[in-house]
Structure formats: structure tokens, C-alpha cells
């Protein structure tokens, strides 16, 4: 079974470590913005900018993922306010690599995640 599975294409998860998200809240900090990502189901998520310039910001969104290693996951949603987010997620290393779509315009970042809740 697919912890976060992609219509129509085969995704194995990670057979060591495996980190359960549904349900979860992940903390994402990037130098004083924090922002609080929870996994409602296995392709919807919502997010709040908890600190920083974006604070109150908030979306639901859908997403899709796959597992690109036992510990890092790729994973990719559209905003309701037309932005763009991919992302690879490094619960090893606590590490989020962010790549933004604003219209045509790209950024990168790297920034901090952890898990806040435990099941």
C-alpha cells in the first residue's frame, strides 16, 4: 500500500523508517516565516503561515507525492491564489527543498521541517 499514492502510477513507499503523515502536522520554518502543513488524506492538505511576513495565510489544498527514497518524499500542489509549490522532503535530515511558481516567475529555498505531532 501507498502511503500517499498518484492516480494511475505505481508508488512504493519506504520499507525502513516509514513516515505515517495522514493526519500529521509538519512544521516548515524558513529563516522567521513558519508555516504549520497538516496531511488530511492521502491527496488534500492544509497549511497556515503561523510567523513571519505571510502570518494568517492559510489554503486547503490537493496534492500528489511519491516517495523518492526511504526518507525523502517529492511532492507537489497548485494554491488557490495560483502558486505553484514542489517540494522534496528530507525527514532524515529535517530538511525541506522548496522550489515556487508565481505566474512565470521561479524561486528556490531551503528550510527547515519536523513532525509535531506523534502518532
Known amino acids: 500500500m501507498c502511503l500517499l499514492t498518484l492516480p494511475l502510477m505505481h508508488c512504493t513507499?519506504?520499507?525502513?523508517?516509514?513516515?505515517?503523515?495522514?493526519?500529521?502536522t509538519l512544521e516548515?520554518?524558513?529563516?522567521?516565516?513558519?508555516?504549520?502543513?497538516?496531511?488530511?488524506?492521502?491527496?488534500?492538505?492544509?497549511?497556515?503561515?503561523?510567523?513571519?511576513?505571510?502570518?494568517?495565510?492559510?489554503?486547503?489544498?490537493?496534492?500528489?507525492?511519491?516517495?523518492?527514497?526511504?526518507?525523502?518524499l517529492f511532492i507537489t500542489w497548485g494554491e488557490e491564489s495560483g502558486t505553484g509549490v514542489s517540494q522534496v522532503l528530507d525527514f532524515k535530515k529535517g530538511k525541506v527543498f522548496n522550489h515556487l511558481l508565481f505566474g512565470r516567475e521561479l524561486y528556490a529555498g531551503e528550510g527547515t521541517i519536523k513532525i509535531l505531532d506523534n502518532k
Not at 40 to 56: F, P, R
Open 28 to 72: 516548515y520554518q524558513y529563516d522567521e516565516n513558519v508555516y504549520h502543513l497538516t496531511f488530511d488524506t492521502d491527496s488534500t492538505l492544509h497549511w497556515q503561515a503561523m510567523k513571519g511576513n505571510e502570518v494568517g495565510l492559510k489554503g486547503n489544498e490537493v496534492y500528489i507525492a511519491e516517495w523518492i527514497s526511504n526518507d525523502k
Open 13 to 24: 513507499p519506504p520499507k525502513d523508517d516509514k513516515v505515517e503523515l495522514i493526519n500529521r
